[in-house]
């Protein structure tokens, strides 16, 4: 397996909540994704956890802070659409839906 540092990719900056990520509403990640981000230069933001409610705010986040953001579930969901075929593009749901192979 490659890390993420082998293949040539920082990650400036690491976050995590200190409570059950379940319990985290959209407004506490888009707090929390724009306090990280003004702690480090960043081309896109992780939101590594499948219990993370990101799902709604992802897009409206993305264009205000001008970055991508890439969440683990948007992320196995993307894949298992182009997996069974499924090429559309999902208005709404963040970049990673928006983007043609």
Known sequence: MVTALA???GVPVVATFCNDAGFVRGAS???GVRQTIG??????VLV?????RAA?????????IGKTIITS????CWHALRLS??????PG?????????
Not at 48 to 52: E, G, I, K, P, V
Not at 73 to 76: E, F, I, M
Not at 93 to 101: H, N, P, Q
Request: aromatic share 2%; proline share 0%.
């Open 7 to 9: 293949a040539g990719v």
């Open 29 to 31: 990640i888009s707090a």
């Open 39 to 44: 702690r480090a230069e960043v081309d896109t």
């Open 48 to 52: 590594a956890c499948t219990q993370m």
């Open 56 to 64: 709604g705010v992802i897009a409206e986040l993305e264009k205000e």
């Open 73 to 76: 579930n948007q992320a196995l």
């Open 85 to 90: 075929g499924c090429q559309h593009i999902v």
């Open 93 to 101: 749901r963040g970049r990673l839906f928006e983007a043609t192979l």
